[in-house]
Nanobody
Framework: QVQLVESGGGLVQAGGSLRLSCAAS????????MGWFRQAPGKEREFVSR????????AYADSVKGRFTITADNAKNTVYLQMNGLKPEDTAVYYC?????????????WGQGTQVTVSS
């Protein structure tokens, strides 16, 4: 099993920045990528970003490209999401996710979520 613990959410004004962190523990050698999803009230959970451990390859949702940056610290089994230029529509619970080896596009592990609220 893999455990994921997020931190860094909070309340920020539109145009501001936040950095989310997610630390993985447990069977971390069984995962090959980590990323972030978010879920706004009344909406389905949506993909935000992903980074692959081995290659460093990243992927972003169109809605966050150019504003969010995902990075990984392999030594610490930690992934970060730097969010700049935040908009009220970025308000959501942000979930960290880990992708098992052999499942490059389907997350198998989830964190508990951290609230991000952007005021206008």
């Amino acid at each position: 099993q893999v455990q994921l613990v997020e931190s860094g959410g909070g309340l920020v004004q539109a145009g501001g920045s936040l950095r989310l962190s997610c630390a993985a523990s447990g069977r971390t050698l069984s995962i090959n990528a980590m990323g972030w999803f978010r879920q706004a009230p009344g909406k389905e959970r949506e993909f935000v970003s992903r980074v692959r451990w081995s290659s460093g390859t990243t992927a972003y949702a169109d809605s966050v490209k150019g504003r969010f940056t995902i990075t990984a610290d392999n030594a610490k089994n930690t992934v970060y999401l730097q969010m700049n230029g935040l908009k009220p529509e970025d308000t959501a619970v942000y979930y960290c996710a880990a992708y098992p080896t052999g499942s490059p596009f389907v997350a198998g592990y989830w964190g508990q979520g951290t609230q991000v609220t952007v005021s206008s």
